[in-house]
């Protein structure tokens, strides 16, 4: 079975709900027999995040940004441990990291983001808060492919939410994380049916 197997390696930096939730989605549904897909592995560059302790049974690596001078050395050594995986997906699921463009050119068509706003709105970080500076009546999450021009690339799905009186940023955050955990498995199993990547 393992070699007819195709892979997803998914990259976090901190909480990884939205990797648990894959992870759960993938054992729940049945990923391995009706899709012959399987979470292979979990890195972080954070070697502290409380994600790699939450991943479900799935194998876990830390590479830790720090270690390295450049963010060229570092994607160079990030590569390295996910291509051990030779993966048909690499989903990055909360991880800050901007990667260079030659990381990106070398996963083209096999890697997506979830990002915590309504897409092309509020690209970038700190997303809520400038939501609610905004006065938006409407906030979400976006699932898209990650291109060399970030927070850009072709949006494969979004989640709207409602602002609501006396919403924080925080308030705002957990309402958008639930529909995350919802959206980011559906389209990795629809990606992954299509036979799109
Ligand atoms: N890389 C590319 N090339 N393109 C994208 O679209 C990317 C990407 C890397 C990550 C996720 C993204 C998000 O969903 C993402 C999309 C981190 C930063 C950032 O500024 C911005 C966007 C995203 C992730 N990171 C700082 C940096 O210097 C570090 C911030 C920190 O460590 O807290 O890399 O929002
Ligand atoms: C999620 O809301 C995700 O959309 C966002 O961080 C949170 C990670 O939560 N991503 C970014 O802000 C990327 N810059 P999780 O670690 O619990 O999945």
């Given at each position: 079975m393992g070699s007819f197997m195709k892979n997803i390696v998914i990259?976090?930096?901190?909480?990884?709900?939205?990797?648990a939730a894959i992870v759960q989605a993938a054992q729940r549904e049945h990923w391995s027999e009706r899709l012959g897909v399987r979470v292979a592995a979990v890195i972080s560059n954070q070697p502290d995040a409380a994600g790699l302790k939450q991943a479900h049974g799935v194998a876990t690596q830390a590479?830790?940004?720090?270690?390295?001078?450049?963010r060229e050395a570092f994607d160079?050594?990030?590569q390295h441990a996910?291509?051990?995986?030779?993966?048909?997906?690499?989903?990055?699921a909360g991880f800050m990291r901007i990667l260079t463009p030659a990381f990106v050119r070398?996963?083209?068509?096999?890697?997506?983001?979830?990002?915590?706003s309504l897409l092309p709105a509020f690209t970038g970080l700190n997303t809520h808060q400038r939501a609610l500076d905004a006065g938006c009546k409407v906030a979400g999450a976006?699932?898209?492919r990650v291109t060399s021009?970030?927070?850009h690339g072709e949006i494969l799905a979004q989640a709207v939410v409602p602002v609501l009186a006396g919403d924080?940023?925080?308030?705002?955050?957990?309402?958008?994380?639930?529909?995350e955990h919802i959206i980011y498995p559906q389209v990795i199993a629809s990606l992954l049916q299509a036979g799109v990547t």
């Amino acid at each position: 079975m393992g070699s007819f197997m195709k892979n997803i390696v998914i990259l976090i930096s901190g909480s990884g709900s939205n990797m648990a939730a894959i992870v759960q989605a993938a054992q729940r549904e049945h990923w391995s027999e009706r899709l012959g897909v399987r979470v292979a592995a979990v890195i972080s560059n954070q070697p502290d995040a409380a994600g790699l302790k939450q991943a479900h049974g799935v194998a876990t690596q830390a590479v830790d940004h720090k270690a390295f001078a450049t963010r060229e050395a570092f994607d160079a050594a990030l590569q390295h441990a996910i291509d051990a995986y030779a993966p048909t997906l690499v989903v990055l699921a909360g991880f800050m990291r901007i990667l260079t463009p030659a990381f990106v050119r070398h996963y083209e068509g096999r890697l997506i983001n979830i990002h915590p706003s309504l897409l092309p709105a509020f690209t970038g970080l700190n997303t809520h808060q400038r939501a609610l500076d905004a006065g938006c009546k409407v906030a979400g999450a976006t699932v898209h492919r990650v291109t060399s021009e970030l927070d850009h690339g072709e949006i494969l799905a979004q989640a709207v939410v409602p602002v609501l009186a006396g919403d924080t940023a925080a308030t705002l955050a957990a309402r958008v994380l639930t529909q995350e955990h919802i959206i980011y498995p559906q389209v990795i199993a629809s990606l992954l049916q299509a036979g799109v990547t």
